[in-house]
């Protein structure tokens, strides 16, 4: 896209693909699953016109980042990933904290940086995904499976090989993605075998945030990476959860605001408003100066309303 460098940083043992514009403090934008880098362009450019130096790189296993070990999803778990982003902070902005702008997954490895390592960020803006405080007495998958049964998504996605290949024989990666990227109930995802999302195997049209040239960008970097690496971060997090043991129970300080839509699945999962807005959020979040409901907005809400997350986050940002 016009404007915007690339480079690729060798870090952590990863070639590290970033994407960068404009000059100022620095902004670390962190995406979710199934996104890339890409899924920040409207941010990218606003953020480099009002005076920021935006970076944005594929996480280990998207995209144009190579070098993870795709056979491994323990190497998947957070406290690697948080790595990758404290060696890339290393080399793009070894004297500042920076600020930092996430969504979905990234958000979840977002609070975790701040979490271990607030020393390199200046503030936070989470998108959709609050703090999840680490519960010493279950998984993540557990809990999943035992709310939801097998054929929710995050349950599905657990045997390695399993959705790639349902993938690669019976959907299509386009399709995938169109289904993904185009679903807005808030109830719970689930995917039979053989049947699609919520067993809906009919065609749907694209929302109107996202373009068939944005939906063929994501299409022709899945075809060329596979899904693998993005899918084991659902595969990590029984390790993620062992790993995390120390820092149950502790606070992240570092000032923050979160956004997210009213019909994102998150936001509608159960006891998520009451932590959010009863207390708990506040308490493992001290200096959480703001949240923000958006109505009419689902999960992707950094490209569903491009506009008005930029300016939630450059007013958030120039106060510091």
Known sequence: MEGIEHRTISANGLNIHVAEKGQGPTVLFIHGFPKLWYSWRHQIHFLASHGYRAVAPDLRGYGDTTGAPLDDPSKFSVPYVVGDLVALLDVVAPKEKVFVVAHDWGAYIAWHLSLFRPDKVKALVSLSI?????????????????????????????????????????????TFLKKFLSHRDPAPWFFPKGKGFNGDSTDS??????????????????????????????????STWELTAPWTGAQVMVPAKHIVGEFDLV??????????????????????????????????????????????????????
């Not at 993540?140 to 929710?152: F, P, Q």
């Open 130 to 174: 609050h703090y999840l405080p680490r519960n010493p007495d279950f998984k993540v998958i557990d809990a999943m499976k035992a709310l939801y049964g097998e054929d929710h998504y995050m349950v599905r996605f657990q045997e390695p090989g399993g959705m790639e290949a349902e993938i690669a024989n019976n959907i299509g990666t386009k």
């Open 205 to 238: 049209p694209l929302p109107s945030w996202l373009s068939e040239d944005d939906l063929n960008y994501y299409s022709t970097k899945y075809e060329q990476t596979g899904f693998t690496g993005p899918l084991n971060y659902y595969r990590a997090f029984d």
């Open 267 to 320: 936001y509608n999962m159960p006891g998520a408003k009451d932590f959010i807005h009863k207390g708990e959020f506040q308490k493992y979040v001290p200096l959480l100066q703001e949240v923000v409901v958006m109505e009419g907005t689902a999960h992707f809400i950094n490209e569903e309303k491009p506009d008005e997350i930029n300016n939630h986050i450059y007013q958030f940002l120039k106060q510091f």
